[in-house]
């Protein structure tokens, strides 16, 4: 099944108090990065998600959002007073060394270091919520997974359409190349008839054959045809693949050696019309690089 590398996901669940949110972000990369923010209770998951994430999801740029939000009362930090009360002294030393009184604010003083301290279950948060996370992680890929397979299907549309172009094209060129030869044979004789009746001189078939023999070497497209036939043949079984492997990168690499083909023929033919059905070919093949990079 052909899938791209765009799509979105999220999952989320209730559990005695605590709300866990996981939303993921894909979008198209040629390799796999993974941009991770999760809360500072559940950190210790990242690498788990991020091992999680490489096996779901091959390729893209993934930006996956863990949020946790925890209204119990066990959430609620404890003030340390014996912290609280040293800043408090220092504090009151300063009238009488500055000469003046001045205010206190007190909720400034909460975000002093070490006056507030983290709930003990913080530490527990990792071990408690792991199955949790890790399953919203795969509900969330679930989704992101089933929108590239959206997308993947009209982009097998297209690519079939554009590969049905070059083959239709690929068709013409192969049924024109024989008489290419056989035209410039005749187009040569008649120029080179047409110069020796006007000295009296014959023509010596054995060079005319010689020069069309070498003009038919040059201009001898069946080689990059046979190969150009071959990877269309390779390219419509990977878009109609049932594995489920990311084929993104092969095809890519596909739509390099079908330009390359189509370009070697293009040089070497020395015809209008095969010359006409190339640059169709050209667009297509343009055309099946630009969708390309959107497959996983």
């Known amino acids: 099944m052909l899938r791209s590398m765009?799509?979105?996901?999220?999952?989320?669940?209730?559990?005695?108090?605590?709300?866990?949110?996981?939303?993921?972000?894909?979008?198209?990369?040629?390799?796999?990065?993974?941009?991770?923010?999760?809360?500072?209770?559940?950190?210790?998951?990242?690498?788990?998600?991020?091992?999680?994430?490489?096996?779901?999801?091959?390729?893209?740029?993934?930006?996956?959002t863990v949020r946790y939000t925890d209204t119990t009362a066990d959430a609620a930090y404890s003030i340390n007073i014996k912290a609280l009360q040293s800043y408090m002294d220092g504090l009151g030393e300063l009238p009488h060394n500055l000469g003046h009184p001045f205010d206190i604010d007190v909720a400034a003083l909460l975000h002093l270091p070490?006056?507030?301290?983290?709930p003990d279950r913080l530490d527990k948060q990792v071990d408690t919520y792991r199955?949790?996370?890790?399953?919203?992680?795969?509900?969330?890929?679930?989704?992101?997974?089933?929108?590239?397979?959206?997308?993947?299907?009209?982009?097998?549309?297209?690519?079939?359409?554009?590969?049905?172009?070059?083959?239709?094209?690929?068709?013409?060129?192969t049924e024109?190349?024989?008489?290419?030869?056989?035209?410039?044979?005749?187009?040569?004789?008649?120029?080179?008839?047409?110069?020796?009746?006007?000295?009296e001189l014959q023509l010596n078939q054995d060079d005319l054959v010689r020069e069309v023999a070498i003009f038919a070497d040059k201009s001898d497209i069946n080689e990059e045809l046979t190969r150009l036939a071959a990877h269309l043949t390779q390219f419509h079984e990977l878009i109609d693949s049932k594995s489920g492997e990311p084929v993104g990168r092969t095809l890519d690499f596909l739509a390099q050696e079908l330009l390359r083909e189509a370009n070697t023929i293009a040089s070497k033919s020395n015809d209008a019309e095969i010359s006409r059905e190339i640059v169709e070919i050209k667009g297509a093949i343009d055309r099946i690089k630009e969708q390309v990079q959107n497959i996983e």
Do not use: W
């Open 131 to 173: 199955s949790i996370v890790l399953e919203l992680v795969n509900q969330a890929c679930d989704a992101v997974i089933e929108r590239r397979r959206t997308e993947g299907a009209a982009l097998k549309k297209d690519l079939h359409a554009q590969r049905e172009v070059i083959e239709r094209k690929l068709a013409l060129i």
């Open 6 to 64: 765009t799509g979105f996901g999220e999952a989320n669940t209730d559990q005695d108090g605590v709300h866990l949110h996981v939303e993921i972000r894909s979008l198209n990369n040629r390799f796999f990065k993974a941009l991770i923010r999760m809360p500072e209770a559940i950190q210790g998951l990242e690498p788990e998600v991020d091992s999680l994430l490489r096996r779901r999801l091959a390729r893209g740029s993934i930006s996956i």
């Open 114 to 118: 070490g006056v507030l301290n983290p």
């Open 176 to 199: 024109r190349a024989p008489i290419v030869v056989a035209e410039y044979r005749a187009r040569l004789q008649q120029r080179v008839e047409n110069m020796l009746a006007q000295s």
